[in-house]
């Protein structure tokens, strides 16, 4: 016996078709209708019909999509997987290292059970969270995710449900939390539905049609974002989301979406015994994101900060087109304003954007730890024209400072699958839909944005071709040869020095200084009684500590220490303890 239910209040009718049959559905007073048939079981094929229209339509809260996102959904039983991860108490975001990857990518095979296999050298690395890209049901057989329209459904691409179930369960049995990418601002253009059933829709934005969260009708489309969070955080025991592009949601309630589910979802940490993080991605340099629902924020735990990005790779590889002027215009001074206060733009004018933008961080409040820093991310390499890393720019010197900088920050540091060797593949654009007129438009669409960031005369890979995605999967052997065994290892022994010093990690910004010396490219951060000296320019240099010399922590070259200085050779690092 199953209950079917499906809220639509522009209908006069639906019917739900199980297995070839159609059974009638009742209406409440909420526009839910329901009806309860005896034979469907776990497995069942059903679909909506909505009102004369003989298009069976799959379920917009479908827990399973065996045959795509425009099949008919199945029955699915949470309640049928066997979890061994009884006793997982769960990994906070502060204290944390996170890992990010494309499970697609990931592997030669793309699939969770492959990328299992893999997960005893993230524990070796000293990871903590491993951050999965979107995993929801899409059209086609390759996608970066961020087209999903099957929100409630694990995509067959990399395996359904009950594989990303053994992924996660998996996870735990080796010590790592699960934080699960989750797209709210849009849908994906094929196979999006909601708008049969009911006003889902208000508008759209850049990537495509936006919710309704704060019109007519708007409480069921709130549940539906809401629900679906809790979802992934209850029955498939992930343990944060993080939240891509929400200055995309367009709400005007007093009570925002987003610290709506701040508030469930605490309660639901609550209920599990286990922290459950939420992670937005925003480009507003707005601090009510993160700033504590007591303190009049939305109560989120943590934000991608690209304003740690754009400092880091201007200063790094010289680079000023597009938004990455600004930065590039700072210099070693923004790098060090922004590492005492996690923004450059913050209440201030921003070329780019043509007007001011963000505001200041109440330092003293707001620990380091809820502002995400990385040094290479999904986004920062496959929105570059042909998907090509810093290892194609930078030497293993200056990949190994920027490392440096990341992991003795007072933020919680990220990096995305194969930096941690310098992976020379690149992380390109892709996606296959099986409508051609939508592949043609998403290739000019590709190449009209890239055009807009400068990269106007670069060919751009075709992101529809399969050698686009192929190129993009990691080559695991290349960790195993220089100079890529070398990087890995300073970025374990990074990782390590981090999780040994509690200087390290103290996300007090407060406490934090930053010397820099624009002329021969010298930046030395103060964190506590150590200090990360790095030079970044062509020469040796010697650089005074301010206190006698203790002892050198760890150095990506061979280095001279005497009394209180450190002399550096071109393009590396020390970290050094102070007596």
């Known amino acids: 016996m199953t209950e079917f239910a499906v809220w639509a209040p522009q209908c006069a009718q639906v019917r739900v078709l199980v297995d070839e049959t159609v059974y009638p559905m009742t209406v409440d007073g909420a526009w839910w209708w329901r009806a309860t048939v005896e034979d469907a079981a776990p497995g069942s094929a059903y679909a909506f019909l909505l009102d004369e229209d003989e298009t069976p339509l799959p379920d917009p809260r479908s827990r399973w999509q065996p045959n795509g996102v425009h099949g ?20 906070q975001l502060a204290g944390s290292v996170i890992y990010e990857l494309h499970i697609g990518t990931f592997t030669p095979h793309g699939s969770f ?16 969270l491993v951050e999965v890209l979107p995993v929801n049901a899409v059209d086609g057989p390759r996608n970066w995710g961020y087209d999903g329209v099957g929100w409630y459904a694990v995509t067959e691409n990399y395996g359904g449900p009950d594989a990303f179930k053994r992924f996660v ?13 989750a797209v709210y601002n849009h849908l994906g253009p094929s196979g999006a539905y909601l708008d049969r059933f009911g006003p889902y829709f208000a508008g759209s934005n850049l990537w495509g049609p936006a919710l309704n969260l704060d019109g007519p009708h708007s409480e069921p489309v709130r549940r539906y974002v809401i629900d679906n969070a809790l979802m992934w955080l209850r029955d498939f025991h992930v343990d944060g989301l993080r939240l891509d592009a929400v200055h995309a949601l367009r709400d005007t309630r007093a009570t925002h979406v987003l610290e709506q589910l701040a508030a469930e979802v605490e309660a639901l940490s609550t209920h599990v015994g286990r922290p459950l993080s939420l992670i937005a991605e925003s480009d507003l340099n707005d601090p009510r994101l993160i700033t504590a629902r007591e303190a009049g924020g939305y109560g989120l735990h943590g934000q991608w900060t690209d304003d740690i990005h754009h400092t880091l790779h201007t ?25 005492t206060r996690a923004f450059l733009h913050e209440g201030t004018w921003s070329s780019f954007r043509q007007r001011r933008h963000g505001a200041g961080v109440d330092t003293r409040r707001i620990p380091g730890h809820r502002f995400v820093a990385y040094l290479q991310n999904h986004d920062q390499i496959g929105n570059r024209a042909t998907g090509d890393r810093l290892t194609q720019t930078l030497s293993p010197g200056l990949l190994a400072c920027g490392a440096a900088l990341v992991f003795a920050s007072p933020f919680t540091p990220m990096l995305f699958m194969g930096e941690e060797w310098g992976a020379r593949t690149p992380w390109q654009f892709f996606s296959y839909f099986p409508d051609p007129a939508l592949r043609e438009a998403v290739r000019n669409g590709r190449t009209a944005e890239f055009a807009e960031h400068g990269w106007g005369d670069v060919e751009v890979p075709d992101p529809n071709a399969e050698s686009t995605f192929l190129d993009s999967k990691l080559e695991w052997d290349e960790a195993t040869l220089e100079p890529h065994a070398t990087l890995l290892r300073v970025y374990k022994e990074l990782i390590a020095l981090r999780k040994a010093w509690p200087e390290l990690s103290d996300p007090w910004l407060d406490d934090v200084e930053v010397d820099v010396d624009e002329e021969v490219r010298t930046v030395v951060l103060h964190r506590g009684r150590l200090r990360v000296a790095c030079n970044l320019g062509s020469d040796v240099v010697t650089i005074a500590l301010g206190a006698p010399l203790a002892r050198i922590l760890l150095a990506s070259e061979p280095v001279e220490g005497e009394a209180d200085t450190v002399s550096l050779p071109p393009e590396s690092f020390a970290i050094v303890q102070l007596t």
């Open 72 to 91: 008919p959904s199945r029955v699915y039983d949470d309640s049928a997987f066997y979890w061994t991860d009884h006793d997982w108490t769960g990994r």
């Open 113 to 128: 059970d492959a990328a299992v296999e893999r997960l005893d050298h993230l524990v070796e690395l000293g990871v903590d």
């Open 169 to 181: 369960d998996a996870c735990h049995a080796r010590g790592l939390g699960v934080v699960l990418d």
């Open 315 to 339: 200063a790094l590889t010289g680079e000023s087109q597009g938004y990455y002027a600004d930065f590039a215009a700072a210099g070693l001074t923004g790098l060090a304003h922004v590492f």
